[in-house]
């Protein structure tokens, strides 16, 4: 996916979870924080950021804050809507007969329903959950960087899903370079970490979407599917 306008910024403070004020051609500008996590690792006064403009005019904020550079130098997007979008692009270009997004399923819309035909036209069903990593730590990702009752519940509804019939998938998009594996942060939140395993023990699948950031832009490298 690629953004059509991006603007290089430094970052100043976060007020809140949603704005964050950051100094802009010799000016300070409140923008649009396009992450409801903590990203404090990340999000340091001082540090570069990249901001695009909607050109929507009826928002409070002109820009939305989609990027920032780690004191490491790596550059993290750090887009929550992101993921999803590379995700179904990558999707359509696979051997899927049939792809819907915001699949309606128990008391949740997982992010991906997928149909595969088969040879006795009985179609195999997918389910996936599409989770953003921006946390990173010693070169290994890890999720979530803030509690997640949400997740957990995904996680649980692709339990059930597997037990049902389908083929469940729990994706983690990696939204940094040089990152190709993600664990449960169970520092953070140790019941995530909980349902991961007792999932993997069900038979749901976890991929991990490498991914390669450009200010503009946010391409999948490479997936990895264990075993």
């Known amino acids: 996916m690629k953004y059509e306008n991006i603007f290089r910024a430094t970052f100043l403070a976060r007020p809140n979870r949603f704005l964050a004020e950051v100094e802009m051609d010799g000016h300070k500008e409140t923008v649009h924080v396009k992450n409801t996590g903590r990203c404090r690792e990340l999000l340091i006064p001082g540090c570069e950021v990249w901001l695009t403009a909607p050109g929507n005019s009826r928002r409070k904020t002109k820009y939305d804050l989609v990027a920032v550079r780690k004191n490491t130098g790596v550059l993290f997007n750090i887009d929550s809507n992101a993921p999803n979008t590379v995700v179904k692009d990558w999707l359509a270009e696979q051997d899927y007969s049939r792809v819907l997004p915001e699949y309606r399923y128990g008391d949740s819309r997982i992010d991906f329903y997928m149909e595969k035909v088969t040879a006795d036209a009985s179609p195999r069903r ?45 994706a983690f998009v990696i939204q940094m370079d040089g990152v190709s594996m993600v664990y ?41 599917k264990p075993v």
């Not at 520092?187 to 749901?204: D, I, L, S």
Request: hydrophobic share 40%; charged share 25%; net charge negative.
């Open 126 to 170: 997918f389910l996936m959950e599409v989770k953003g990593c921006t946390l990173e730590m010693d070169g290994i990702g890890y999720f979530p960087d803030a509690p997640t009752e949400r997740g957990v519940k995904h996680i649980r509804e692709l339990i059930r899903a597997k037990q049902e019939g389908f083929e469940a998938i729990l």
């Open 184 to 224: 449960p942060n169970t520092a953070t939140h140790p019941e995530f970490g909980e349902a991961m395993k007792e999932a993997e023990a069900a038979g749901v699948k976890v991929w991990f979407f490498a991914c390669h950031v450009e200010p503009d832009e946010l391409t999948i490298s490479h997936v990895v």
